[in-house]
C-alpha cells in the first residue's frame, strides 16, 4: 500500500535554532500534504495544508513565519521550525493525501532544549 | 467551530470480548468519517472509512456504525485482542477530501 516516509523520527535542537522535517510519499504522488501536531494524551491538530507548487494554507493560531512549509514536488513537503523553543517541543505528524484516503507518516518527536 | 469528539476517554475491554468506541460529531457537511488507530510514539493508521451517505459498513472484525440523525459514530472491533490496545481517533473529512479534522480519542486497554 501507499507509504508515506517522515524523517527524522526524533529530533533534539537547542533553543533558537531551526529544524526541519521531512515527509516523503514513497510509492505514489501527492499534490497535498497536511501537517499536525499533537501533544502528550492529546489529539491531532491540523496545522497547515501543503499544496505542491503554491503557497501553503495553515490554520488559524498557527504562525507562518515560524512553521515554513515547502511543497516543491509531487513527493516531497517540508517542515520547518524556525527558531525553536521548548513550547515548540511536541510530535509532529504529516500526512498525504491519495486518489483515495489519507496515508500518515510516523512522526517526528521535537524536543528543545 | 465545527468539531468532533468522544464520549470516553478510556476503555478497558476484556480480552476476546466486542469493544465499542463513540464518537460525536458536529458538522453535518462532512464527506465522509474516518477512524483511526494510534499506537504510542507512532503515526495513526486507517482503520476503516464510511461516506455520509451511509449507514454501515464492516470490515475486518471492525464495523462502523454513522447515525447522522444524532450525529454519532462508532466503531466495533470484535473479539478484542492485545494488539489492538490502543488510542482511537474518529475524523472527519470536509471541505471536498480536503481537511480531516480529529476528535479527542479513545484509549482502549485490552485485558488479557
Known amino acids: 500500500g501507499a507509504v508515506v516516509s517522515q524523517h527524522p523520527s526524533r529530533v533534539i535542537c537547542k533553543s533558537g535554532t531551526s529544524v526541519k522535517i521531512e515527509c516523503r510519499s514513497l510509492?505514489?504522488?501527492?499534490?497535498?500534504m497536511f501537517w499536525y501536531r499533537q501533544f502528550p494524551k492529546q489529539s491531532l491538530m491540523l496545522m497547515a495544508t501543503s499544496n505542491e507548487g503554491s503557497k501553503a494554507t495553515y490554520e488559524q493560531g498557527v504562525e507562518k513565519d515560524k512553521f515554513l512549509i515547502n511543497h516543491a514536488s509531487l513527493t516531497l513537503s517540508t517542515l520547518t521550525v524556525t527558531s525553536a523553543h521548548p513550547e515548540d517541543s511536541s510530535f509532529y505528524i504529516c500526512?498525504?493525501?491519495?486518489?483515495?484516503?489519507?496515508?500518515f507518516g510516523s512522526g517526528t518527536r521535537l524536543t528543545v532544549v | 467551530g465545527e468539531s468532533v469528539g468522544l464520549h470516553l476517554p478510556t476503555l478497558s475491554v476484556q480480552e476476546g470480548d466486542n469493544s465499542i468506541i463513540n464518537c460525536a460529531y458536529s458538522?453535518?457537511?462532512?464527506?465522509?468519517f474516518i477512524w483511526y488507530k494510534q499506537e504510542s510514539g507512532k503515526g495513526p493508521q486507517f482503520i476503516i472509512d464510511i461516506r455520509s451517505n451511509m449507514d454501515k459498513r464492516q470490515g475486518q472484525r471492525v464495523t462502523v456504525l454513522l447515525n447522522k440523525t444524532v450525529k454519532h459514530l462508532s466503531l466495533q472491533i470484535a473479539a478484542t485482542q492485545p494488539g489492538d490496545s490502543a488510542v482511537y481517533f474518529c475524523a472527519e473529512v470536509t471541505g471536498g477530501y480536503q481537511k480531516v479534522t480529529f476528535g479527542t480519542g479513545t484509549k482502549l486497554q485490552v485485558i488479557p
Open positions: 510509492d505514489f504522488q501527492a499534490t497535498t
Open positions: 500526512s498525504a493525501r491519495q486518489a483515495v484516503g489519507y496515508t
Open positions: 458538522n453535518s457537511a462532512s464527506d465522509y
